[in-house]
């Protein structure tokens, strides 16, 4: 199993630029994250999905969308992209509501 | 205010010593991650437990639910543990969101 990937790992963008941000489980987990890091905030959620179709928003949803039409895939897309989106995204997956969360290895996105 | 709180934020040992980094949340919970984030970058789950007490390796987390605190400890701590301690919970009750915390960065001198 390759468990969760993201690409691209490293993206740069000018403000007003949009993009899509990929995320995929081989797993076969009804549960997808998107979190963004920045530093001393800790990890926050950005929109998540409980499985194919159903998504909901976390705690930092603007400027962000998602959809889920398969249970693989899990892309967020960044509307119009401004400098306070500069941060590192991580999407996880897990198999259902209390079990152990599997992180993708993050993308580094930088908006000028 | 965070729901989730860690101490300390930072934390230097010398190798071969016990570490111990608290948790506390503030809202009722069903339960609660501790996870590892590498000096790479990558994120990997260590524990989730609802009660009592879990171990892996020299790793040991336990939970105490009336007190809303949860403890992380390492063993014969080594170099190779130098790494930030994320702990996370769900936000409420029946909630899918986690919540994390801001994070221990152990350093682990040999």
């Known amino acids: 199993n390759a468990g969760v990937t993201q690409t691209p790992k490293f993206q740069v963008l000018k403000t007003g630029q949009s993009m899509t941000l990929q995320c995929a489980q081989d797993?076969?987990?009804?549960?997808m994250s998107w979190y963004r890091q920045d530093p001393g905030m800790g990890l926050r959620l950005i929109h998540y999905?409980?499985?194919?179709?159903?998504?909901d928003q976390g705690e930092v949803p603007n400027g962000y969308n998602v959809s889920r039409s398969t249970t693989e895939d899990f892309p967020l897309r960044l509307l119009s992209a401004a400098p306070s989106q500069t941060s590192v995204y991580f999407c996880?997956?897990?198999?259902?509501?209390?079990?152990?969360?599997?992180f993708g290895p993050g993308t580094r996105l930088l908006v000028l | 205010k965070n729901e989730v709180e860690q101490s300390p934020q930072n934390l230097t040992a010398q190798e071969g010593e016990f570490i111990t980094i608290n948790c506390s949340y503030s809202v009722g919970i069903s339960a609660l991650h501790w996870l590892q984030q590498h000096p790479g970058g990558g994120i990997v789950s260590l524990f989730m437990?609802?009660?009592g007490k879990k171990k892996h390796g020299r790793l040991i987390a336990t939970i105490n639910i009336q007190e809303k605190h949860s403890s992380l400890h390492i063993t014969a701590s080594h170099p190779r543990d130098s790494a930030v301690y994320i702990c996370a919970s769900y936000s409420q009750g029946g909630s899918e969101k986690l919540v994390f915390g801001k994070g221990t960065k152990l350093t682990v001198n040999p």
């Open positions: 797993m076969n987990h009804e549960y």
């Open positions: 999905s409980v499985g194919a179709g159903i998504t």
């Open positions: 996880a997956s897990r198999r259902g509501r209390r079990e152990t969360q599997y």
């Open positions: 437990l609802s009660s």
